[in-house]
């Protein structure tokens, strides 16, 4: 996984909930490499993003307003790392710790997230395919590239 100097991209503000733990988490990274809370997101996505459209069956049906059932294919998209990713090797993680709200449901946080226009359209299409949530969805996927986060947080990478 290498990246190349990309063009300036369109960037655009999203809201999505993330469990708390998961973004104290990315917070540690945001401090420890300098970069934003959307780089990390945007890292994790590209780092995921190929596992979790493997996941998707190869189409599916919808019925449209009582007519025909309409045809969707799987989405495919090609990795397109942030261009100040340096690869570093995986890192053994263990589970993220399990924080509670006073109603002993795993407490979430809502955050802005600044990413790429193009890397929201994948995530929402993702999210539309499987009936699911933008929040879920990166959920999802930053918990495939995990080890790979944490990795490039705790590696030593010179200029």
Excluded: H
């Excluded at 790392?81 to 995986?90: C, K």
């Amino acid at each position: 996984m290498t990246s190349t100097s990309t063009p300036e991209l369109e960037m655009r503000s999203q809201y999505i909930i993330l469990p708390t733990a998961m973004a104290e988490e990315i917070e540690s990274v945001v401090q420890r490499r300098s970069v934003t809370f959307g780089d990390v997101c945007w890292l994790a996505w590209e780092l995921a993003k190929e596992s979790l459209l493997e996941k998707l069956p190869a189409s599916i049906s919808i019925d449209v307003d009582d007519e025909e059932p309409e045809t969707f294919t799987r989405p495919k998209y090609r990795q397109c790392l942030p261009p100040w990713f340096v690869e570093a090797p995986a890192s053994a993680v263990s589970d993220l710790p399990r924080k509670l709200d006073e109603n002993g449901m795993v407490a979430k946080v809502e955050l802005t997230v600044r990413l790429p226009v193009s890397r929201w359209v994948e995530i929402r299409d993702v999210a539309v395919y499987r009936d699911g949530s933008l929040s879920r969805v990166y959920e999802e996927a930053y918990l495939i590239a995990r080890p790979y986060v944490i990795g490039w947080r705790e590696a030593v990478i010179s200029p």
